[in-house]
T-cell receptor
Framework: TQLLEQSPQFLSIQEGENLTVYCNSS?????LQWYRQEPGEGPVLLVT?????EVKKLKRLTFQFGDARKDSSLHITAAQPGDTGLYLC?????????????FGRGTQLTVWP | EAGVAQSPRYKIIEKRQSVAFWCNPI?????LYWYQQILGQGPKLLIQ????????DSQLPKDRFSAERLKGVDSTLKIQPAKLEDSAVYLC????????????FGSGTRLTVV
């Protein structure tokens, strides 16, 4: 059973298009992180969101944490081929001090030139 | 700063054989994690160390998997005997504070069991 559901599972778009990836759960998280993973590499942290309703921007990437801290979205504006990769969301257990993260299955994004 | 180092990068073994993976975390990081990532899925925590002590091994299949972190630095993860379903990427991560905010992952070891 996946604690975090990501959608869509696969996304294939042309350079310049916009896209949104969703991460949903029935559980409340103390924080939520987004990672990007390229083939043969480990996940690389993009952002951590902590406060319900929080919005963070990282160049063309916009991350939002839901008001109830159960869901999050990642929006990419004007996607580029360099954005290609597996995008993973991960939630930290509310109330836990152990540092354990629960990961979604990921969204595989392919951006064509 | 140097990242999390893992070796080997790839390993192919036959079922029922044993295998060991090695991880060297970022210097000074007290917390070390081993995650298993099966193809098409997100990483799943196997075991978490705080210095050289285990703080969470609830998801570790202890009948075949074992891990240690001697002296609170390097760590090894062992599988004995391996099963076909153990084929996955084994990721090591470390953090300074253990509060989920500052994970750094290694490149992983891709294990194929045939």
């Amino acid at each position: 059973t996946q604690l975090l559901e990501q959608s869509p599972q696969f996304l294939s778009i042309q350079e310049g298009e916009n896209l949104t990836v969703y991460c949903n759960s029935s559980s409340v998280f103390s924080s939520l992180q987004w990672y990007r993973q390229e083939p043969g590499e480990g996940p690389v942290l993009l952002v951590t969101v902590v406060t319900g309703g929080e919005v963070k921007k990282l160049k063309r990437l916009t991350f939002q944490f839901g008001d109830a801290r159960k869901d999050s979205s990642l929006h990419i504006t004007a996607a580029q081929p360099g954005d290609t990769g597996l995008y993973l969301c991960a939630g930290a257990d509310r109330g836990s001090t152990l540092g354990r993260l629960y990961f979604g299955r990921g969204t595989q994004l392919t951006v064509w030139p | 700063e140097a990242g999390v180092a893992q070796s080997p990068r790839y390993k192919i073994i036959e079922k029922r054989q044993s295998v060991a993976f090695w991880c060297n975390p970022i210097s000074g990081h007290a917390t070390l994690y081993w995650y298993q990532q099966i193809l098409g899925q997100g990483p799943k925590l196997l075991i978490q160390f705080q210095n050289n002590g285990v703080v969470d091994d609830s998801q570790l299949p202890k009948d075949r998997f074992s891990a240690e972190r001697l002296k609170g630095v390097d760590s090894t993860l062992k599988i004995q005997p391996a099963k076909l379903e153990d084929s996955a990427v084994y990721l090591c991560a470390s953090s300074a504070s253990g509060n989920s905010y500052g994970y750094t992952f290694g490149s992983g070891t891709r294990l194929t069991v045939v």
